[in-house]
């Protein structure tokens, strides 16, 4: 039954992922952590476990999405590549502070976040122009940047990467594809630091470090599939509409957190 659970969670991130280029640790992150607590998982390594699967997740996710952009020739990879160096060193100071700091903390820090990124998306307006110059120095501020908040937050760095890009000229389904490209390797490093970290830790059966695998296969195996689903979505949908309803959608889940973080 509860695997049936992640294949649900796991569809429903992955049309998010083709739609809107964020990996779904936004999503992912806080239902794990509501599972998880059901599961009875130890609340010493539940926000660990949840950071972690949702950041393995994001590497099947992500990979499918850019696939799909790819083949309808949205994706540049030239600004892809820009953004990639700089990303890498913010993932691994982002990872380094992980291990600093207390669970609740950094559960906390997450709902903050929930905030500021639905209200980001109920009231950032797209304006497509042409493409304008970026600087290499603020390509390694972003990608920096990027790289340390989803390390830490175990989430992709579209909610950083789309609103830029797009302020930056670049049309909608372009960002869309390279925030999706993006987290891939922000991921894939971002997995191996908590497979790390987790591994003399005492974990659930079936973990590999702070990874649950269970959850990890059930939301990869449903998300792989709905990533083409969410990308032909993204190319008719009105972005607009859209990501107004995904806002309030997060706000919900913000307010249902901090309720539970208070209690």
Aim: aromatic share 12%.
């Amino acid at each position: 039954m509860i695997f049936l659970l992640y294949l649900a969670v796991g569809a429903f991130v992955g049309t998010l992922s083709g739609l809107f280029g964020i990996g779904g640790g936004v999503i992912i992150v806080p239902t794990l952590l509501l599972i998880f607590k059901e599961q009875g998982f130890s609340s010493d390594i539940t926000m660990f476990m949840a950071l972690g699967t949702s950041l393995a997740t994001i590497v099947v996710t992500a990979s499918s999405s850019t696939l799909r952009h790819y083949n309808m020739g949205n994706l540049l990879s030239e600004v892809t590549k820009k953004l990639i160096p700089p990303l890498i060193v913010g993932i691994c100071a982002g990872a380094y502070l992980v291990n600093q700091v207390e669970a609740r903390t950094l559960e906390g820090l997450f709902i903050t976040y929930l905030y500021l990124v639905s209200l980001k998306m109920l009231f950032y307006k797209v304006k497509v122009d042409e493409p304008k110059e970026i600087s290499n120095f603020l390509y390694a501020i972003t990608g920096f940047i990027i790289g340390l908040k989803s390390s830490i937050l175990g989430i992709g760095g579209g909610t950083i990467s789309v609103p830029f890009l797009t302020w930056r000229g670049y049309e909608m389904k372009n960002a869309v594809a390279i925030s999706a490209s993006i987290g891939i390797p922000i991921a894939l490093i971002s997995s191996v630091f908590y497979i790390y970290s987790g591994f003399n830790k005492v974990t659930p059966d079936h973990s590999l470090g702070y990874i649950y695998l269970p959850a990890f296969f059930g939301i990869s195996i449903a998300s792989f599939f709905f990533t083409k689903l969410g990308a032909k979505i993204s190319s008719v949908a009105n972005q607009v509409l859209m990501k107004k309803i995904f806002a309030i959608m997060l706000i919900l889940i913000a307010i249902k957190k901090t309720t539970s973080f208070i209690s």
